[in-house]
């Protein structure tokens, strides 16, 4: 499809692993989005990427917490040693450039730590 | 004071009422806005954008008030479908963007 692929869709594992999210954005799409949304929450912010770049990271939670983005495609949200408040749904969008563009979301991984 | 705020409601409407939300920002430097709607453990979708001259689309009007720095969605004759919460964005420059935490509405038959 042509819109924003987000893999896994679901991830159980338990606490202390390390989990690899991954994100194809819409073709053309220069921003990359990563947020959090824990159940009944509202969305959190983590990181978004222009092309490759990321020149905001403050939004990540800790230092547990870490993302990359090659070819100005494809990116991957890492979270290592997990802990049981990770678990949420994390979701990716894109959007055209960054700035004044909607962003287009994908389906999100529902990430549970045991 | 947060960038965003909205009423997260729930709102409870009856089949056909009209419902009206409001979403406020607090940078006057905003320059764009956007509508989501998120059903229940789904992925938000855009839903319309929010221009400076109001726009329609069927049932849903956005628009869009600068002065009082607030942005409004009115869905009329809400469906049940309609039921979801919906979400404003403003985006103030490139790499600053800021999601409200989202009005829920509920359709009741």
């Known amino acids: 499809g042509a819109g924003v692929s987000q893999s896994p869709s679901n991830k159980v594992t338990e606490k202390g692993k390390d989990v690899e999210l991954r994100c194809d954005p819409i073709s053309g799409h220069t921003a990359l989005y990563w947020y959090r949304q824990r159940l009944g929450q509202g969305l959190e912010f983590l990181i978004y990427f222009q092309g490759n770049s990321a020149p905001d990271k403050s939004g990540l939670p800790s230092d547990r917490f870490s993302a990359e983005r090659t070819g100005e495609s494809v990116s991957t949200l890492t979270i290592q040693r997990t802990q049981q408040e990770d678990s949420a749904v994390y979701l990716c969008?894109?959007?055209?450039?960054?700035?004044?563009?909607?962003?287009?979301f994908g389906d999100g991984t529902r990430l549970s730590i045991l | 004071r947060k960038e965003v705020e909205q009423d997260p409601g729930p709102f409870n409407v009856p089949e056909g009422a009209t419902v009206a939300f409001n979403c406020t920002y607090s940078?006057?430097?905003?320059?764009?806005f956007f509508w989501y709607r998120q059903d229940c453990r789904k992925e938000p979708k855009l839903l319309m954008s929010v221009y400076s001259s109001g726009n329609e689309d069927g049932r849903f009007t956005a628009q869009l008030n600068r002065a009082s720095q607030y942005i409004s969605l009115l869905i009329r004759d809400s469906k049940l479908s309609d039921s979801a919460t919906y979400l404003c964005v403003v985006i103030v420059t490139g790499n600053q963007f800021y999601f409200g935490t989202g009005t829920s509405l509920t359709v009741i038959p």
């Open positions: 940078n006057s430097a905003s320059q764009s």
């Open positions: 969008a894109s959007s055209f450039r960054q700035g004044g563009q909607p962003q287009h």
